[in-house]
């Protein structure tokens, strides 16, 4: 790691400064250092050094299978230290040159940079603000507010000479880059969803741990696109319409999108809102009722131990309390009788039964790295890591066709820590699993549905942000990927992913709510993408820095005032996106007996075990026949 042997010049100072990188949590933060503008013979940096020792804690094993979507940056020209063996932040260097643009917000209190490559940093301070700071700037860089966020200054570029640097000087691979080239052809015939996953894996490390030139960064770009070839049609610009309404223009279709109206939010359910919606033999009266209020607050942390299990289809709404009694007796024996099966099982067994061999090792490994900062999982030799590894292995009896698959860790742990029981732990995740069990499928259809929605809803809310990123190499959505296959759970803190999920359980106030959530954070980040001309790299880093800074009720909200949006024109929608939100399409095709015979004889010769390729109707983004498919769980990690 780079590490200057001249001592800078101090040019501004600045103390009582906090500042939190991409990896840190923000509640974690309890070191105030100092900022400064210090000079160097390479040039002027932004330093942070701390003048406290620091008590962030971050574990090592801390979402590291997630290392395509993560951002642990280590430039040559710009650097992030963490924690010494003692604990001790260390300095923050960034080069002037390196900064794109940087917002301030909070009334003055916090300023966000925002780096070419894509990188965050937020700066939070004490006891001045970030005015006094930016006017230092100004001595040494040219920047001009945004035209559509008056609290971003988007700072001026100067050109300068780029490095060219060879295929093999960027070091990608250990064998000849030619040779690997050849190689990856190769196995990518028979090795598909391994040959893929190893590339990126490898891919990774150059995107966001080296500097490549920008012809590198769109073969890699183009690399990862295959897998989800676009065959997109040229969004209309839209048009604007007076100051309250906008002209939208989207495929085959143009009407007006009326204002987003405001959804307030209201407050959790409470034990007397619960208990109104019993009946004398404690049946639950108006299940719809109560849904809408869990959808519009959430639910009281008191009360989540017992709603959760009727959310998850674990207590049918109906049953009385004896009844739940006596399904609860059943359903225990049942979990133990399933447990039997494999903690019975032999090591001659296992031996001859790679499959199950397999499944095991992989959940030891993601166990011991699951939420370890986590109080409830926190320490060694820790008893709820033995239920969480329990409880996925018997998920493996219960449903040896899907089995266990890297993510499903992240959406049991929650429920066990709330739980604090095996059995209800295990049949709430079952009826977990059973909401997003297309997630984790080998062939990954559901998750590249869920993309290819996610795409048609941004065009047909927002066809700029759409057509931006369909240039930069990010119509795929593929920088979405994290937030679906474990909705979200590793963007909010662990108060807000509770709240969000059990929303997400009522099916209110549509279907698919999760990527009107996901459009609804794409809309709040709009600006800084196409305002800092992000490409594919930069908008891959710049929403994994997202996590942990999302604020959920705004969120809800916007993401509620879209569906309205959308309701209000509803009978002026494309049946794709009718369907994509619950409604019934208004055109259905008939196909004739000749027709039907040309798309069954196509079925079966496709390529794809009589499986269509996934295409949203207005033909956003197409999945060829041939694609490289993304492998089970987006494991990196461990190749």
């Not at 089995?403 to 604090?420: E, T």
């Amino acid at each position: 790691m780079f590490e200057p042997t001249e001592q800078g010049k101090d040019i501004s100072i600045h103390s009582g400064v906090v500042l939190r990188g991409s990896n840190t949590r923000e509640e974690d933060v309890h070191s105030t250092g100092i900022l400064s503008i210090v000079e160097y013979s390479f040039g002027k940096c932004i330093e942070w050094k701390p003048v406290e020792v620091s008590v962030v804690s971050e574990s090592q094993d801390q979402d590291p299978e997630w290392s395509l979507v993560n951002t642990h940056t280590t430039r040559a020209r710009t650097i992030s230290e963490g924690p010494d063996s003692l604990g001790r932040s260390r300095t923050v260097r960034i080069l002037l040159s390196d900064l794109k643009s940087f917002r301030i917000s909070r009334c003055g209190q916090q300023l966000t940079l925002m780096l070419r490559d894509g990188t965050t940093y937020v700066v939070f301070f004490q006891l001045s603000n970030a005015d006094s700071f930016t006017s230092s700037l100004k001595t040494y860089l040219k920047f001009i507010v945004s035209r559509k966020d008056r609290n971003m200054y988007i700072v001026m570029e100067v050109e300068d000479s780029v490095l060219e640097r060879s295929f093999a000087e960027l070091d990608l691979f250990q064998e000849n880059a030619s040779d690997y080239v050849w190689k990856f052809v190769k196995n990518l015939h028979d090795r598909p969803y391994e040959t893929t996953m190893e590339a990126c894996s490898k891919l990774t490390d150059i995107l966001l741990h080296k500097e490549p030139t920008r012809r590198v960064e769109e073969a890699v770009a183009d690399l990862l696109n295959r897998s989800l070839t676009l065959d997109i049609p040229q969004p209309p610009v839209s048009v604007g319409s007076g100051e309250e309404y906008e002209v939208i223009g989207a495929p085959g279709v143009g009407f007006v999108l009326p204002p987003r109206p405001p959804c307030p939010r209201g407050g959790p359910l409470t034990q007397e809102q619960w208990d109104r919606c019993k009946d004398s033999e404690g049946r639950i009266s108006n299940s719809e009722a109560l849904k809408e209020m869990i959808f519009r607050g959430g639910i009281s942390p008191s009360l989540r131990y017992e709603v959760w299990k009727y959310l998850l289809n674990y207590y049918p709404w109906d049953a009385t309390n004896a009844e739940r009694i006596e399904l609860r007796k059943r359903k225990t024996e049942e979990y133990f009788a399933m447990k039997l099966q494999w903690r019975s099982m032999t090591p001659g067994q296992e031996n001859r039964f790679a499959d199950y061999r397999d499944r095991k090792s992989l959940i030891e490994k993601d166990v011991n790295r699951t939420d370890r900062t986590h109080p409830y999982y926190y320490g060694d030799n820790n008893a709820h890591l033995g239920q969480l590894y329990d409880i996925l292995m018997t998920y493996v009896m219960y449903n040896f066709d899907l089995g266990y698959v890297q993510g499903m860790s992240d959406l049991l742990s929650p429920i066990l820590c709330l739980m604090d029981s095996e059995v209800d732990a295990f049949w709430c995740f079952v009826g977990f699993m059973n909401k997003v069990s297309t997630n984790f499928e080998m062939d990954q259809e559901g998750m590249k549905l869920q993309l290819s929605q996610l795409h048609s809803l941004v065009v047909i809310t927002d066809s700029q942000l759409a057509q931006y990123l369909d240039k930069h190499e990010s119509g795929n959505m593929f920088f979405c990927f994290r937030w679906l296959l474990v909705l979200f759970k590793r963007e909010f803190n662990a108060n807000d992913i509770l709240v969000l999920w059990e929303i997400l359980w009522t099916d209110l106030p549509c279907k698919n709510f999760l990527l009107l959530v996901c459009v609804a954070i794409l809309d709040t980040e709009k600006n800084i993408l196409m305002e800092n001309r992000y490409g594919f790299t930069e908008i891959l880093k710049h929403i994994n820095d997202l996590s942990l800074r999302i604020e959920l009720p705004w969120t809800l909200s916007k993401a509620e005032g879209i569906y309205h949006q959308l309701m209000s024109v509803a009978d002026h929608l494309p049946d794709h996106i009718r369907i994509i939100i619950g409604l019934e399409p208004q055109h259905k095709p008939e196909i004739s007996d000749s027709e039907d015979e040309v798309a069954t004889t196509e079925s079966q010769t496709n390529g794809n075990g009589g499986r269509p390729s996934v295409s949203s109707d207005s033909g956003n983004i197409r999945f060829g026949n041939n694609e490289v498919s993304f492998e089970r769980g987006i494991n990196l990690s461990y190749m």
